[in-house]
């Protein structure tokens, strides 16, 4: 096997393995959202919340890992002009490579589990929230 070859076969490895985190951390995060609206304000929702941005922030840690895994390996193979990829590659400007949007939605939403589990845990954030929606 040929070097690029090799780079070929593991780039679709990690593109795999990436596309796999992504689709599980969906899932995931779906499931845990859809479990949160039915729980009732309390300790276990709290509790809920936490756990859930705990695992996601472990699991984004994982998927920008593999994400950076990916790039360096398309990086390699970009380094032949002559490979398909790289041909195809330079003739699609628009949209951005898919892979770095991908990378964001585990982000956005650990931020945002993140932003729930402080609002959730600090009467302080709560009050403050409260001052900045209109009356009813």
């Not at 479990?35 to 756990?51: E, I």
């Not at 991908?102 to 729930?116: D, K, M, N, R």
Request: charged share 20%; net charge positive.
């Amino acid at each position: 096997m040929q070097p690029i070859e090799k780079f070929d076969a593991e780039r679709k490895h990690l593109e795999t393995l990436y596309q796999e985190r992504i689709n599980f951390y969906i899932v995931f995060a779906s499931v845990f959202v859809v479990g949160l609206t039915d729980m009732k304000p309390g300790l276990m929702r709290v509790a809920a919340v936490w756990t859930i941005t705990l695992v996601s922030t472990a699991i984004m840690l994982s998927v920008i890992r593999t994400f950076r895994l990916v790039r360096k390996a398309l990086a390699d193979i970009k380094a032949d002009e002559h490979h398909p990829y790289t041909q195809y590659q330079s003739k699609i400007k628009f949209p951005c490579d898919a892979n770095i949007s991908l990378v964001s939605v585990p982000v956005i939403l650990t931020v945002f589990f993140w932003c729930v589990a402080l609002y959730y845990s600090c009467p302080f954030l709560r009050s403050i929230a409260s001052h900045l929606t209109p009356p009813k």
